[in-house]
């Protein structure tokens, strides 16, 4: 069983996890699944923004790890994602923040690793005896969603040579394509004094208005 084997992931508390989602395993497995593509990573974000020395930006990368491998009941990643986004707070006091991402980086790998190890090779049993004729469902609907995607990314293709050694067809079964690290562009938000200057002529407005309404 996937939950079993993910039980013993280190690191990885599994009771946490399900609590959150009402003891819904699938959902779970497919959380974990898009937490690997979204958070996989986050560590060399996190180390380009030490480079930058872009501590507020380092806390709400940690401050968001924090939040979603809590969800899932990953603790050490949790722990070190919080100290991390409390150093970056504070101003990387003695270089604590390269120490802890450093650990932070190492515990991430490991999960995911793991996780990628159960979660991405299925277990065989699982797999009806119509997952071939679904496979090729999902293939036929994938190919239309290409069709969508060249015009904003003209070099995509599906590369047909990768085929899942438990069922010979195209492609790798439960991996998932994250769309919003592909195609969301972050647009940050304006400088805070433009905001404040934006919410002054507006309180000032709303003062003239009730001025008016008290003449």
């Excluded at 972050?186 to 407005?205: G, V, W, Y």
Aim: net charge negative; charged share 25%.
């Amino acid at each position: 069983m996937v939950l079993a084997r993910l039980a013993e992931v280190e690191g990885l508390d599994t009771g946490v996890g399900l609590r959150m989602l009402r003891g819904d395993g699938q959902r779970y497995q497919g959380l974990l699944r898009q937490f690997i593509e979204l958070h996989g990573d986050d560590a060399l974000d996190m180390w380009q923004s030490v480079e930058c020395e872009d501590l507020p930006g380092l806390a709400c990368q940690a401050h968001s790890l924090k939040g979603a491998s809590g969800t899932l009941g990953a603790i050490r990643i949790q722990s070190l994602a919080g100290a991390l986004e409390k150093a970056a707070r504070r101003g990387d006091e003695a270089g604590q923040c390269t120490l802890l991402l450093a650990q932070l980086d190492e515990q991430l790998q490991a999960l995911v690793d793991a996780l990628q190890g159960i979660l991405v090779t299925p277990d065989p049993v699982a797999i009806p005896s119509s997952s071939s004729e679904d496979l090729t469902s999902i293939l036929l609907q994938l190919r239309g969603y290409l069709e969508e995607v060249k015009p904003h990314i003209p070099d995509a293709w599906i590369d047909e040579g990768k085929r899942d050694p438990l069922d010979g067809e195209i492609g790798i079964v439960g991996f998932e394509i994250p769309f919003n690290r592909h195609f969301y562009t972050f647009t940050p938000p304006r400088p805070l004094e433009e905001i404040d200057a934006d919410l002054k002529a507006c309180t000032d407005r709303i003062k003239r208005m009730i001025e008016a309404l008290s003449a």
